[in-house]
C-alpha cells in the first residue's frame, strides 16, 4: 500500500501524454510513501499525521515527508515480489520468438524455478539462444536490489578490459574439476550448512583466481565478487549440467557488446 501525499492531484497525471509538467518525474516520484505495517494496535487510518508511521517509497530513498494526507493505492510494497524475463537480441528477431521467450523465462524460470524476486536474462542470436540466467533481486543478507549492479559490474569490465573475454570459457573448462570439488564439500557430513557455504566459496574465489591471468587492481577487486555471484548462481541454477554454469557471464559478456558495455 503507498500513500500518496498529494491527493488532491490526478495520482498518475504525470503519465498522460497532455502533461506539460510542473515538477520532473524524478520530483513526482517524491509524492509517495509506505505505510509501516502495524504489528499490533488498531489498523491504518487516513490521513496519516505522524511521519514515523511511513517509510520511503523506493523510488526515492532520501523522501523528505513534510505532507502525509492522502489517499491508499494497491500498489507494490514492501512485501510483494517482483520477477522478470528479459531477452537480448539481434533487432531483426522477431517480436512473436521474443515475446514467447520472454514469457518462458517470467513464468518458468524467475517464478517457478527460482521461487520469485528473481530476473530471468537471456541472450539470443541469430543462429539461436546462445544463455540463459536467473538472479535474485538481492540476496537474503542484502537489504538493497543489488542484481542489476552486479550484472553492469561485470558487463563493465569485460567493456574495458578489466575481464579477460576468454574467462567465461576458462571457467567452463575448469568445471569439471569445480563441480568435482563442490561435490567433495557437499557430501562432507562433518561440516556445517555453513562451513559447507564458506568452503565453497573460497573453493569458487581459487578457481577463479586461476582463470585470470591479471587480477584487477586493488579498486576494481569487487567485480570479482561479482564475477563469483553469477558464476555461483549458475552453478546451483544448472546443477544437471555443470558446463551452462558460465552462462551469467555469458548473458553480461553480450551486454557488453550490445550497449558498450552500460546497462
Known amino acids: 500500500w503507498i ?57 526515492e530513498g532520501n523522501l523528505s515527508q513534510d505532507r502525509v494526507s492522502g489517499r491508499l493505492f494497491p500498489m507494490l510494497g514492501p512485501t510483494n515480489s517482483l520477477s522478470a524475463g528479459i531477452v537480448y537480441s539481434h533487432f531483426k528477431t522477431p517480436m512473436s520468438k521474443l515475446l514467447e521467450l520472454a514469457d518462458y523465462l517470467l513464468e518458468d524460470i524467475a517464478k517457478k524455478k527460482m521461487g520469485r524476486s528473481a530476473v530471468a536474462m537471456s541472450h539470443l542470436s541469430r ?33 574495458n578490459g578489466s575481464l579477460p573475454s576468454r574467462l567465461p570459457y576458462k571457467l567452463r573448462e575448469i568445471m569439471p574439476f569445480a563441480d568435482a570439488a563442490i561435490q567433495t564439500i557437499i557430501k562432507n557430513n562433518t561440516l556445517t550448512d555453513e562451513e559447507k557455504t564458506i568452503k565453497k566459496g573460497q573453493l569458487l574465489d581459487g578457481f577463479l583466481k586461476s582463470a585470470i591471468d591479471k587480477l584487477p587492481d586493488q579498486e576494481n577487486l569487487e567485480v570479482l565478487e561479482h564475477v563469483r555471484t553469477l558464476w555461483e548462481a549458475g552453478i546451483d541454477q544448472h546443477k544437471d549440467d555443470p558446463e551452462r554454469s558460465v552462462e551469467g557471464l555469458l548473458v553480461a559478456k553480450a551486454l557488453s557488446t550490445f550497449s558498450g558495455g552500460a546497462i
Open 127 to 159: 543462429n539461436g539462444l546462445k544463455s540463459e540466467f536467473a538472479l535474485f533481486w538481492k540476496n537474503k543478507s542484502e537489504n538493497a536490489i543489488t542484481a542489476h549492479s552486479k550484472m553492469n559490474s561485470v558487463a563493465m569490465a569485460f567493456f
Open 3 to 59: 500513500v500518496d501525499t498529494d491527493f488532491t492531484e490526478d495520482p498518475w497525471y504525470w503519465r498522460k501524454k497532455s502533461w506539460k509538467g510542473r515538477v520532473d518525474q524524478q520530483q513526482a516520484r517524491k509524492r509517495f510513501a509506505i505505510p509501516k505495517c502495524p504489528k499490533n494496535g488498531p489498523p491504518i487510518q487516513l490521513p496519516i499525521v505522524d511521519p514515523a508511521l511511513l517509510e520511503p517509497h523506493p523510488a
